[in-house]
């Protein structure tokens, strides 16, 4: 509720927006790879002629990266936007929103260019992201 009243609120409600938007065709980027692939590679155990083809073309085709590539393009702007929300709430709140608005999308950068370091990408968001909710829980009180 803080942040969607206080002085933020357009830029909150706009982040929150996109970063729901770009969750769902994030979800639906990974998780159609999740359902064909396995039965790709029975199929391929099977003898099936052609399979190795079929998996590059629809798991790891053009549309698999085109849509990949877009939803975590807008995921890092939605983080961004969001985080900028956060740290104009509250002066409490600035550094949590700094840290979520820088955290999101390394985090996402490291899954293509980087990924040795994103596990250390993602500790550092989710430590980020509880402390911004114990502060949030601290500021509703």
Do not use: K
């Not at 729901?20 to 790709?40: D, R």
């Not at 490291?110 to 114990?134: E, V």
């Amino acid at each position: 509720m803080l942040i969607a009243h206080g002085r933020a609120a357009r830029t909150a409600i706009t982040g929150l927006v996109l970063t729901t938007i770009t969750n769902v065709f994030l979800a639906s980027t990974f998780g159609s790879a999740t359902f064909v692939q396995p039965g790709i590679g029975r199929a391929h155990l099977a003898g099936t002629p052609g399979m190795p083809a079929l998996n590059a073309d629809t798991a790891y085709g053009p549309a698999f990266f085109a849509v990949a590539l877009t939803a975590t393009f807008f995921l890092i702007v939605s983080a961004i936007i969001l985080g900028t929300a956060i740290a104009r709430t509250d002066r409490r709140l600035r550094w949590h929103g700094i840290a979520y608005a820088v955290l999101l999308p390394a985090f996402a950068i490291t899954g293509f260019a980087l990924q040795a370091a994103q596990p250390w990408t993602g500790f550092a968001l989710a430590t980020a992201t509880t402390a911004l909710a114990a502060q949030l829980n601290r500021l509703d009180q």
